[in-house]
């Protein structure tokens, strides 16, 4: 129904029921309207426009006549897809937004951060999802705790320790709607504009966009083979670093122990803070896992900041972030007021499947899924390019970065593009 905020024009001479009419088929015409869509009953379109029902059927009975929309007996009227004739009076309208969406055909899209269609999975949310109406159906009428809901918190404290190092107590721990939601909170916990915050160059674009919002002086540190330069970051003299040590964003090279040690210890030295973005931690294929910075630290120098973007679901939105026990106190200064930025529906469905040891489960099956897709498109790629390209940040995680040596990124976009591939590029990091 929202579709149809359309202006009556009651001085008008023009009956109501044509005004209707000429406002759908143009809608239809200008293709803002998918092929196939139901339009309203006529009750409801009644309703919505605060007219009476005889000028809606009138309407409707005009576009039915014209073929803009078809009757199925019992459902309703359906928008169908406009003939030649029809059309060619629009030849000269500019292209529809979803037009060009849909004119591109794509037969490989290797955009970063969808996932693996998991049906079993579907249920397993819905079914939980189900319950979790009903078990907790009091609890949904209310606000929950705005750190997230306590029995959540519990689980993935739990998790944390077991399967990533983090060593935490579940009030240490904050969910947000996303890992870019919780670094806002941090840059409004401790500092002001024109401060400086130090990243890997390249890095997460969507964490620079957070901090360029902040107006932060965003502090660029380039990249060894084995990730961040540790000392031309020695060299930085802001308080806070943003760091993905797992798998640098975007390279995806691992942080070696003895860089890790080192810049725990630079950051007890000097009163600094790092911020760990460990977001697809879970995803590690080969090699031995190297235990997080949080876990490794001695001194509360990390924050440390989690999602299930990757592992489970980008859209549902749960992300989280470990703050030590010293940035407490601030923390509920300065968010007092703030409620949970998280459903709490999604909350309670995602506790269950902790508890019950679901996610375990699902951890262990989308890694052997990933792992499989991972090894067969490293092996695809060498037999057909062999050593023409340079593969980087195998291993672990949901992409792959290939070198071509001496061709443009954008020349290898439009080329791919050409045969029905997208793939990305990573200048915008
Ligand atoms: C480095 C990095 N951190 C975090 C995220 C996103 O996490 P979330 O879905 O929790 O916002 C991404 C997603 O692309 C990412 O690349």
Redesign the pocket.
Known sequence: LYEFTFKLDESSKEPLYLQLYKFIKNEIESKNFIVGSKLPSVRNMATFLGLSRTTIEKAYHLLMVEGYVDSKPRSGLFITSIQEPLLSSLQKQRPSFKEKVLKETVNYDFR??SLNFDKSFVSKWRKSSNESLDLFKNDILTYGDSKGEIRLRIQIAQYLKLSRGVSCQPDQIIL???????LSQICQMLLKEGDSIAMEEP??D??RAVFQNHHLNIVPIQLDQDGINTKKLKKFNGNLVYL?PS?Q??YGMVLPIKKRLELLKWAAESNRLIIE?D??GELRYHGKTIPSLQGLDQHGKVIY??????ALL?SI???YMVLPEHLLEVYQQKFELYDSSVSKIHQFTLFRLMRDGYWERHLRKIRTVYKRKHNELLSTIKMIMGDKVQILGKDAGLHIIIKVNGRSEEELIQSANSHGIKIYPTSKY
């Open positions: 970063y951060g947000g709607a996303g890992t870019q939601y919780l890095g997460y969507g964490a993905t798998h964003f975007p973005d977001y697809d900041i989690g999602t299930f973007s990757k980008p939105r749960i992300s």
